[in-house]
């Protein structure tokens, strides 16, 4: 967020039990909202329409928070990162990532799920403590709950004791993987979709030892999905199975499961709930983390993609859903150039994308936006060879560009602008440009 900084809660987030049945106060930080910058603003206040679901969701995101996959010992507990909140008037979103960042977790309750009461607008995160999620994974279903989404007359106590817990920034790779994972997702497509008992018949018979856990391959049958043992044709590679642990909380809820996937292996699971989802994003391999997956890097690089988001910031809004449409009606650009924009914005961290409606929806992470960009080394690293004259034009089409004692190739193959560096010719497919290609990008565009 421009200009602000995100600052400590209040007090902590707590359960607590009253006369009139149970109250949930989730604390948040100061965020950006349509009034602009607020301090520690109240999101909600009402009372969900399945508490059990909601109590179970939180807890998914929070597990997701508290856990790296990619590790060669046992899958290990990390402090507490807290979830990012986005709320657009009839829903509210939550977001976290694991410490490893190779998988995205977010709970979307949705307006069915909302028995009651007043959704506000903005992003922030919001506090889930460990005496929260302790109290949370006993709360049956039974009880009245009130809850509450910022400060209010509820304050850091819970049923027998006081609790303060500190303020835990928001970490620089979750900033790049919250840029990076609606693009991924807006790339997928639906592969297959499960439905009553095969979702826990699927999710049992699924191998959970080890960390990460072995890759299995599954393919669409009549009963749901068929595990795999190797890859055969129109099968989905499904690599460390562990990082599905994600889903085990609410699995009890789930009415339906839809499984989507990218041309580069990165896959989606959607769990449908009372009122609500759970969507987890899985990189295409467990060691891989979110935010060096480098998708978006030329559209960060592209001052056009710049100017066109830029434009139409003023015009997102906090629908539920972002129309381009009503954008392209309200700025008067073409409908390329607001795609463009729209991917600008997702790179900038100002959009997520919502697989089950097929949307983009706006967010404002609690951080200043420009920093995805600078935060991001391989751009950093592009902007630094091509402000020092490090990109020098040979053959028509070719470039030299200088890297460590060597020069590298950068020329058109296919298409697309390609590298002969050895982080290209490793790692490029599905990971975005090299910095040396990026480079280039700079150059010629200035």
Not at 39 to 60: H, M, Q
Not at 168 to 197: F, K, Q
Not at 273 to 288: E, K, Q, S
Request: aromatic content about 6%.
């Amino acid at each position: 967020m421009a200009g602000g900084r995100v600052s400590g809660y209040g007090a902590a987030s707590a359960l607590v039990d009253g006369p009139s049945g149970r109250w949930l106060s989730l604390e948040t930080a100061s965020a950006l909202t349509p009034a602009g910058l607020v301090e520690r603003p109240v999101f909600f206040t009402g009372f969900p329409a399945r508490p059990e679901v909601l109590a179970a969701g939180l807890l998914a995101v929070a597990d997701v928070a508290a856990t790296t996959y990619a590790d060669f010992g046992q899958a290990k507990r990390l402090a507490n990162l807290d979830p990012v909140v986005t709320v657009s008037g009839d829903r509210m979103r939550f977001e976290s990532f694991s410490g490893c960042n190779s998988v995205h977790a977010r709970l979307d309750l949705l307006p069915g799920g909302i028995a009651e009461g007043d959704v506000g607008f903005g992003t922030t995160n919001v506090d889930i403590n460990q005496p929260l999620r302790t109290a949370l994974a006993r709360m049956g279903g039974a009880t009245l709950l009130h809850l509450t989404v910022g400060p209010d007359e509820v304050r850091a106590s819970t049923p027998d004791d006081l609790h303060v817990e500190r303020k835990v920034d928001l970490p620089d790779r979750w900033v790049r993987g919250l840029a990076e994972v609606p693009y991924i997702s807006a790339a997928m497509t639906v592969r297959a979709e499960l439905t009553g008992g095969a979702v826990g018949r699927f999710a049992r018979d699924l191998p959970r030892a080890g960390t990460p856990g072995p890759t299995v391959h599954v393919v669409p049958s009549a009963g749901g999905l068929r595990l795999l043992p190797r890859a055969l044709p129109g099968s989905i590679a499904v690599p460390g199975t562990t990082r599905l642990r994600g889903m085990d909380r609410v699995l009890r809820f789930a009415s339906s499961l839809t499984l989507h996937s990218d041309p580069h292996g990165a896959t989606a699971w959607v769990l449908t709930l009372p009122g609500a989802r759970l969507t987890l994003v899985l990189t295409a391999h467990p060691f891989r983390g979110f935010s060096g997956e480098g998708g978006l890097l030329l559209r960060l690089a592209d001052r056009s993609s710049e100017t066109h988001g830029r434009a139409l910031l003023a015009n997102l809004g906090w629908d539920p859903v972002v129309d381009p449409q009503r954008l392209a009606a309200a700025t008067g650009r073409a409908h390329d150039e607001v795609t463009a924009g729209l991917a600008w914005l997702a790179a900038s961290g100002r959009l997520g994308h919502d697989l089950a409606e097929g949307a983009w929806f706006h967010r404002e992470l609690p951080i200043d936006a420009e920093q995805v960009v600078r935060r991001n080394p391989r751009l950093r690293h592009a902007h630094d060879l091509a402000g020092s004259g490090g990109v020098h034009p040979s053959d028509p089409g070719t470039w030299q560009v200088r890297g460590t004692g060597i020069q590298h190739t950068v020329g058109w193959r296919d298409g697309e602008l390609a590298c002969t560096c050895p982080w290209a010719e490793s790692h490029a497919a599905g990971r975005g440009p090299c910095k040396h290609v990026l480079a280039v990008a700079l150059t010629s565009a200035s």
